[in-house]
Every structure is written in structure tokens, then in C-alpha cells.
């Protein structure tokens, strides 16, 4: 399977984007060293200076209903968030659906693109942006309270070759469960990594804001939040804030 470096280029979402629409073979890698319109969920941006962080894209070809393509990014997130507890020590947690933090701070983020043809998925981006060794005062002071990179964290730097590969290894090992056995057993590690179930929350989406208690992921990876006023929502994509 090919891997294609980049020392700089717009977004390693986008370059497997087009390598995924000319017929690239899942597996397909694209990585680079900076990344000039890095893109966040929500039309937000990713920074990250030259050589400190693991920006990554990964071209995938699951044989899935496009209904369970958050699966995608549950699967993203346990794989990232294992390689790091085994590689660094890091205690680090999920937050649904695709951030890791570790104590509350930001670590990692995971975009996930779909596409689809007639009604069956075409290819699935799943993008890392993983802030490696990234000292404190490189993040601006707008999100210094809210971000922090395993260099910060573990007060040493760390080769992010072997952050790569164990992330790519970890990720293997549970794309063929998933495939081969459904996704119970990663929504159950999810959920360990994850402090999400019995929160209450604050929950942002396109048009509304609300406020309740979370129950539960099912088993599409939509998360199920019961509201202050007793009605249960399944929310499909949004913003969480812990209220306890
Ligand atoms: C988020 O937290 O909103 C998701 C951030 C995802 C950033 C990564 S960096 C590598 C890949 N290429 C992009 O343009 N975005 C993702």
C-alpha cells in the first residue's frame, strides 16, 4: 500500500480525498510534516508547526451502511487513544465523538469524511492531527488551557515514527474486528476510554443547545442523551461540555 509524505501541503484530508477519487486502494497513507488550511471538524482549522505533530490520512473502503460511519471515528479514537497509554504512559481519554484529552486538555483530533456512491460507502478519510512534541508555548494563548501535546504531558520528546506505528497497528488490529465481528467489542473499550456515559452535558449542534444526562453510545456510535425535560435524543454530531 502506498504512503505519500508531504513536507508541506494544504490538508492530508483533502490529498487522500483526490488520491481516494482517482482509485487509491484502501490503506492508502498520506502524511506530512505541515499542513497550510489543516481543517478541524466545523469548518475550524488545525495548526501545528513544522515537524511537532503527527498529521495523518488514512483512505479506507469499508464494506459498511453509511449509517454506521461514526463507527469509523470510535475506532479512530480507541486506536489512537491505546497507542498512547502503551507508548508513552499518558492517561489518555476519548471524548465523544473524536477528541483525546488527557487531564481535560486537548491531544488529538480526528476528522472523518465520507463518500458515497448511490447508497453504499465509496471511501471513508480518517484524518489524525496529533499534537507530538509541541511545546506549551508554541500553542497560542487562546487555547493554551484547552491543548496539550505528549512532549507536554511527558516532559520528553517523542519519536513520532513510533507513535505512527503503533497508532497504524493498533488501528489494524481493531479494523478487521470490526469487520469480522461487529463493533460490540470496540464500543465496549470506547466506552472504558471514554467518561462520557452518566454525564451530564451540555450538547451544541447546528440549530439548538442542550442540556441533560448521557445514557449511552449505541451501537451505530450515535450518542444517546436523555434532556433535563425527560425527552431521549440520539444526537448524530455536535459539541459536548461536561456540566459535572
Ligand atoms: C478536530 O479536532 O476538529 C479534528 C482535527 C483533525 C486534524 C487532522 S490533521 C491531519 C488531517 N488533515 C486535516 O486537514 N485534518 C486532519
Do not use: C
Request: glycine residues 8%; negative net charge; charged residues 25%.
Amino acid at each position: 500500500n502506498g504512503i505519500v509524505h508531504h513536507h508541506l501541503t494544504d490538508s492530508t484530508n483533502t490529498r487522500a480525498r483526490e488520491l481516494a477519487r482517482d482509485g487509491a486502494p484502501e490503506g492508502t497513507l498520506v502524511v506530512a510534516e505541515s499542513q497550510s488550511a489543516g481543517r478541524g471538524r466545523k469548518g475550524r482549522s488545525w495548526l501545528a508547526r513544522p515537524g511537532e505533530g503527527l498529521l495523518f490520512s488514512l483512505v479506507l473502503r469499508p464494506d459498511m451502511d453509511p449509517s454506521r460511519a461514526a463507527l469509523i471515528t470510535l475506532m479512530t479514537a480507541v486506536s489512537v487513544a491505546e497507542a498512547l497509554i502503551r507508548e508513552t504512559g499518558i492517561d489518555a481519554r476519548i471524548k465523544w465523538p473524536n477528541d483525546i484529552l488527557v487531564g481535560g486538555r486537548k491531544l488529538a483530533g480526528i476528522l472523518t469524511e465520507m463518500s458515497m456512491e448511490l447508497d453504499a460507502v465509496d471511501y471513508v478519510i480518517t484524518g489524525l492531527g496529533l499534537n507530538v512534541n509541541t511545546p506549551t508555548e508554541a500553542f497560542s494563548p487562546d487555547i493554551r488551557d484547552i491543548a496539550t501535546s505528549v512532549m507536554a504531558e511527558s516532559s520528553a520528546p517523542f519519536s513520532r515514527v513510533a507513535l505512527l506505528q503503533a497508532i497504524l497497528s493498533s488501528f489494524e488490529t481493531h479494523y478487521h474486528t470490526l469487520a469480522t465481528q461487529g463493533p460490540e467489542s470496540i464500543l465496549t473499550r470506547w466506552k472504558e476510554l471514554s467518561d462520557i456515559v452518566g454525564r451530564r452535558v451540555r450538547v451544541s449542534m447546528m440549530r439548538e443547545e442542550i442540556e441533560g444526562r448521557v445514557t449511552d453510545i449505541d451501537a451505530d456510535g450515535v450518542l444517546l442523551v436523555t434532556t433535563d425535560a425527560g425527552e431521549a435524543l440520539r444526537i448524530l454530531s455536535g459539541d459536548v461540555t461536561y456540566l459535572d
